[in-house]
């Protein structure tokens, strides 16, 4: 899907109730986050302009931005604005309706399905995709992950902070389908103290 990177808050709650599906499980997404890279989002990758890092987050659009968090985890962003102005949306949590089995053996310590992909970290666990699938498409069948759109219409979407960012944390960027069970638990940041030097 392909929005002004100005909209990426627009791009978010439309991917909401889209179909993600990789390595035999598909999930119904049920949160995500925007994020801008236009100069006026701190807390988006992008937002000092281009690295080798977040260069795929400046388009196409359509293509997955995976990085890596505390050295173990990854995390997974679509890409959505035009070409050179980089934007992107974190899939943060989903509803794991094919392949459940597969995703169980994956995430064998969730105790109920609605947790097995209840964050951005046990999404992709549930889907088998690391930094291999960085920079490729999910809507033209190349990548590992394929994008399709809802096949029921979404219910009412609930707006709110982001989670586990140092900067703009209260940007109501985050979006959820209301009432859903699969959406992950909220956790405001919370800075840590600074020690002070004797």
């Given amino acids: 899907m392909e929005l002004p990177a100005g909209a990426v ?104 399905d609605a947790g097995l992909a209840a964050g951005p970290a046990k999404l992709m666990q549930v889907l088998a995709l690391n930094r291999a699938a960085n920079d490729t498409s999910v809507v033209d069948g190349s990548g590992p992950a394929t994008l399709a759109p809802p096949t029921t219409g979404t219910t009412a979407i609930e707006a709110g902070p982001r989670v586990g960012v140092t900067s703009a944390h209260d940007v109501p960027w985050r979006f959820w389908i209301a009432g859903d069970p699969t959406v992950s638990a909220y956790r405001r940041h919370t800075p840590k103290p600074r020690r002070l030097r004797t």
């Fill in 9 to 112: 808050d627009v791009a978010a709650r439309e991917l909401l109730g889209w179909r993600l599906s990789a390595n035999g499980v598909t999930v119904r997404l049920t949160e995500v986050e925007a994020y801008s890279g236009l100069g006026a989002d701190p807390a988006s990758h992008a937002h000092r302009g281009v690295t080798n890092r977040n260069a795929v987050m400046f388009g196409p659009a359509g293509r997955l931005y995976v990085y890596q968090i505390y050295g173990m985890h990854f995390c997974a962003n679509v890409v959505c604005g035009e070409e050179g102005k980089a934007a992107a949306v974190l899939l943060r949590a989903g509803e794991v309706v094919d392949g459940v089995e597969t995703a169980r053996e994956r995430r064998p310590a969730a105790r109920r």
